[in-house]
C-alpha cells in the first residue's frame, strides 16, 4: 500500500519497513499503526527521510495525548506546514503541545487544532508557535477552547490589523501601534500589557 501509493521503492521503502518495525516493538503501537502513521506523513508532503525524522515525535504525541497515531501526525504536520517549518521541528512542536496540554483543560491534539486555525494571523504578526501554544492554554483556562479559540484569536488578530481608518483612529487613540519603526510587527504581549 505504501509503494502504491507514495511511489517509495527499493531502500526507502525497506528503511520505513524496519523502522515501522522497530516501533512495533518499542512502544504501545503495533507495527502496522506504525506504518499506517508513516503513510499519514507522505501522504501529507514528507520525503521519506522527513517521515523517519517526524515519526518518533509523532509517536510520542499519539501516546502523550491517547489519540490515535493519524489524528497525531495530521496535527504535527499541518502546525509545521503553517508555520513552514521543517521535520526536524516536529518534536518541539509536541514539546509544545505538551507544555500547553499540561497547564490547561485541553488535551494536546485540541491546542493543536486550535493553533492551526489561528496560524495564519499568528504568522503574520510574528507570533512564534510556542507563543503560539501558551495562548491557547490561557484561552482553554478560560472555557475557550480548540476551534472556538483557534477561530477566535484569527479573528481578533485579523482585526487588530485591518488598514481601515475607525481601526488605525483607535490605535492612535490609545497610543499603542502593532508594529515598529521599521514596519516589524512588535511582540504580541508587549502590545496587550501596553492595550491593558
Request: glycine share 8%.
Amino acid at each position: 500500500e505504501m509503494a502504491a501509493g507514495t511511489g517509495l521503492t527499493g531502500d526507502a521503502l525497506e528503511e520505513v519497513r524496519q523502522k515501522a518495525l522497530q516501533l512495533g516493538a518499542d512502544t504501545v503501537f503495533s507495527s502496522q499503526q506504525a506504518a499506517d502513521a508513516f503513510l499519514q506523513l507522505l501522504a501529507a508532503g514528507l520525503s521519506s527521510t522527513e517521515a523517519l525524522d517526524t515519526i518518533d515525535s509523532v509517536m510520542t504525541a499519539a501516546a502523550a495525548s491517547g489519540e490515535d497515531l493519524g489524528r497525531s501526525a495530521d496535527t504535527v504536520t499541518n502546525i509545521m506546514s503553517a508555520f513552514n517549518l521543517k521535520a526536524s521541528d516536529s518534536a518541539k512542536i509536541v514539546d509544545e503541545l505538551s507544555r500547553a496540554a499540561a497547564s490547561s483543560p485541553s488535551g494536546m491534539l485540541e491546542i493543536g487544532d486550535a493553533m492551526i486555525r489561528a496560524a495564519s494571523s499568528a504568522n503574520q504578526m510574528g507570533i512564534e508557535t510556542d507563543q503560539l501554544a501558551a495562548i491557547m492554554a490561557i484561552l482553554s483556562k478560560n472555557a475557550i477552547r480548540g476551534q472556538m479559540a483557534g477561530t477566535g484569536l484569527n479573528s481578533m488578530l485579523r482585526n487588530m490589523n485591518r488598514q481601515v481608518p475607525a481601526t488605525q483612529e483607535a490605535w492612535e487613540e490609545l497610543g499603542v501601534s502593532m508594529y515598529d519603526a521599521n514596519g516589524n510587527a512588535r511582540d504580541l504581549d508587549t502590545v496587550m500589557r501596553e492595550l491593558d
